[in-house]
């Protein structure tokens, strides 16, 4: 089976750990922040805070942003479970914004609108978290245009997302917003096995994104109440969490950083093939944004099942006996029992239902072979003809 993602690991890779292994920390040593420094360089950031995962950092993110009891968190509802999950966590209501049909990104005309309904309610949300959706960046200016005028804050979901570009900065630059999250998971564009981070320009969030991954505890005087009682010394300024990036996570991620250019290249070169090797199948590959730069963690299509004359699940099984891993990414969050029970119910973003009913994503990832891309355009060809 073609798997639809999978880490590129190398020789390099690995020594890099082995190195790690070798050394006097294998966590919370010395590469932790020159992972950091590194990353945040990259996105053109001030601030990286590496984390155990990239739920793990949106979870710390809403916190840092204030979020708690009482306040609301807006993401799309085509995303992984977890964007919308984090707000929970945090003891706040979630809603979903509806989707726009072509990008598959959070819709900046129905945000727009429920704004303006959720202004007379009075119901704004805190904070607005947009997914990069398959790696493209969402509507940021258009985002950030109404965060200035209705007061919420911007968390970037960039799971999907690092080594792309938006109006020429890097996805993670947070031009447009308050903080980026990031997903070093293996099937995203970089990994680190299990890992994420939050890059920041605010050196105030920075500070206490810090401090919430390591149980709430600082050692630095200068922020604690009362003296120091000595060199031990250290205070639990708020209630925290365990959720650190070990060195040897992190000597992974800064070897696989170092190949993101590359890794770009092949994923952007493998769309531009597919675009061309799918172009009059009955199906069509997501809109791009103009503005945008993919970073193609996914490469998704929408299937013409009236053309086709069957199901998405019909495809889906073709393909699957073909050998082919596709997979469907996501469905709706707000369809999920979980989230029902909140009181969520069909038909509420009916862009996100009828996208969720014709989505398909086909394998995508560095390592993909021209043989395995010849033979996943030949099983498409032959299970929607
Ligand atoms: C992968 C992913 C996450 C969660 O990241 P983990 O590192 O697996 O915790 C969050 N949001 C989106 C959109 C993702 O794809």
Redesign the pocket.
């Known amino acids: 089976m073609i798997p639809y993602g999978c880490q590129d690991i190398t020789e390099e890779d690995i020594a890099a750990v082995v190195d790690v292994l070798r050394s006097d920390f294998i966590t919370q040593g010395p590469v932790v922040g020159r992972f950091e420094s590194a990353l945040a360089g990259r996105c053109d950031a001030g601030h990286g805070v590496a984390v155990s995962?990239?739920?793990?950092g949106?979870h710390l993110a809403l916190l840092a942003l204030g979020v708690g009891p009482g306040d609301l968190v807006w993401t799309s509802s085509i995303?992984?479970v977890?964007?919308a999950n984090a707000a929970r966590y945090c003891g706040a209501a979630v809603d979903f914004v509806d989707i726009d049909p072509g990008t598959a990104n959070l819709c900046p005309d129905r945000l727009a609108e429920k704004l303006e309904r959720a202004e007379r309610d009075g119901s704004l949300p805190k904070v607005v978290v947009p997914?990069h959706f398959a790696g493209q960046s969402s509507a940021m200016d258009r985002i950030s245009e109404l965060s200035g005028r209705y007061g919420f804050r911007i968390l970037e979901?960039a799971?999907?997302a690092l080594g792309g570009a938006y109006r020429g900065a890097p996805v993670g630059s947070c031009r447009w917003s308050d903080a980026t999250v990031h997903?070093?998971?293996p099937v995203?564009i970089i990994t680190t096995g299990?890992?994420?981070m939050v890059t920041t320009n605010d050196e105030e969030l920075a500070w206490r994104l810090s401090t919430l991954r390591t149980h709430g505890i600082t050692r630095d005087s200068a922020r604690m109440t009362g003296a120091s009682h000595g060199p031990w010394y250290y205070q639990q300024l708020e209630l925290g969490y365990n959720y650190r990036l070990t060195d040897l996570q992190s000597a992974l991620g800064l070897s696989q950083l170092g190949r993101l250019d590359e890794f770009a290249a092949r994923r952007s070169a493998l769309a531009a093939r597919y675009d061309e090797a799918l172009a009059g199948f009955p199906l069509r590959p997501l809109a791009r944004d103009r503005n945008a730069t993919s970073g193609w963690h996914l490469y998704v299509v929408r299937l013409d099942l009236s053309a086709i004359g069957c199901n998405r699940r019909e495809v889906f099984d073709r393909l699957r006996a073909a050998g082919v891993g596709v997979n469907v990414h996501y469905i709706p969050v707000h369809l999920q029992p979980d989230y029902v029970r909140l009181g969520f119910s069909p038909g509420q973003f009916p862009e996100a239902e009828r996208y969720y009913e014709e989505c398909l994503s086909l394998p995508l990832f560095p390592g993909l072979s021209d043989e395995q891309f010849a033979a996943v355009v030949e099983a498409v060809r032959l299970a929607v003809q």
């Open positions: 995962n990239g739920t793990a949106l995303t992984f977890a964007s997914v979901d799971s999907h997903s070093f998971h995203k299990e890992g994420g």
